[in-house]
């Protein structure tokens, strides 16, 4: 059964700090991770989705890496804003046909 | 970008009582909808698959005479908890996948409903 963790749990960082979240998998067998953001009392939105057979992808100050192997992937944010604070939730889509979330990372950055 | 409507976004009931929450797709076709629901501290989990014009596939351990889910058009799809328990307080969240893409890629999000059941 896959599970999904995300570390920490909650981050509180100062602006226009640097910063990572992690997630890690128990299934390599994934077909793709995907990073999402959720705002409270909102829905998801999708930040980035690494297929299995890539090693990140970017969107602007966003970079998410994925080591399939060693069931992991990190979320860098570059220069950190106030507006980026945030739930950030990692899920993989395996051979079980859905999207298997972690708890998520709750991210506060203080102006 | 594909924008998918869900409602209410939040809604108090009595125990005993029933409660429909509505996945709509507003400008994209959606033959698949998923159902999750979120515990506080916990992650989001998947309840059940819905498929237009078929039955709903339950994960483990969901009731399926519990949470009764109606997929009766390719834009819309409703989840009814009846005999409402205050165990199912929760954060309910639909999402419906394009029509002919496959996997989660173009997967979308309701906003989700807060259940409270008092």
């Known amino acids: 059964k896959q599970e999904v963790t995300q570390i920490p749990a909650a981050l509180s960082v100062p602006e226009g700090e640097n910063l990572v979240l992690n997630c890690s998998f128990t299934?390599?067998?994934?077909?793709?991770l995907q990073w999402f953001r959720q705002d409270p009392g909102k829905g998801l939105t999708s930040l980035l989705l690494?297929?299995?057979?890539?090693r990140e992808q970017t969107s602007g100050r966003l970079n998410a890496s994925l080591d399939k192997s060693s069931g992991r992937s990190t979320l860098y944010i570059a220069a950190s804003q106030p507006g980026d604070s945030a739930t950030y939730l990692c899920?993989?889509?395996?051979?079980?046909?859905?999207?298997?979330f972690g708890k998520g990372t709750k991210l506060t950055v203080n102006p | 970008g594909a924008v998918v409507s869900q409602h209410p976004s939040r809604v108090i009931c009595k125990s005993g009582t029933s409660v429909k929450i509505e996945c709509r797709s507003l400008?994209?076709?959606?033959?698949?909808m998923f159902w999750y629901r979120q515990f506080p501290k916990k992650s989001l989990m998947l309840m059940a698959t819905?498929?237009?014009?078929?039955?709903?596939?339950?994960e483990q351990g969901v009731e399926k005479d519990k949470f009764l889910i109606n997929h009766a058009s390719l834009t819309l799809s409703t989840l009814t908890v009846t005999s409402a328990h205050p165990a199912d307080s929760s954060f309910y969240i639909c999402?419906?996948?394009?029509?002919?893409?496959?996997?989660?890629?173009?997967?979308?999000f309701g906003s989700g409903t807060q259940l409270s059941v008092l």
């Open positions: 999402s419906a996948r394009v029509d002919g893409a496959v996997n989660n890629e173009k997967l979308f």
């Open positions: 299934d390599s067998a994934i077909y793709n």
């Open positions: 690494i297929q299995s057979s890539q």
């Open positions: 899920a993989v889509w395996g051979g079980s046909e859905k999207l298997v």
């Open positions: 400008d994209f076709q959606a033959t698949t």
């Open positions: 819905s498929n237009e014009g078929s039955k709903a596939t339950y």
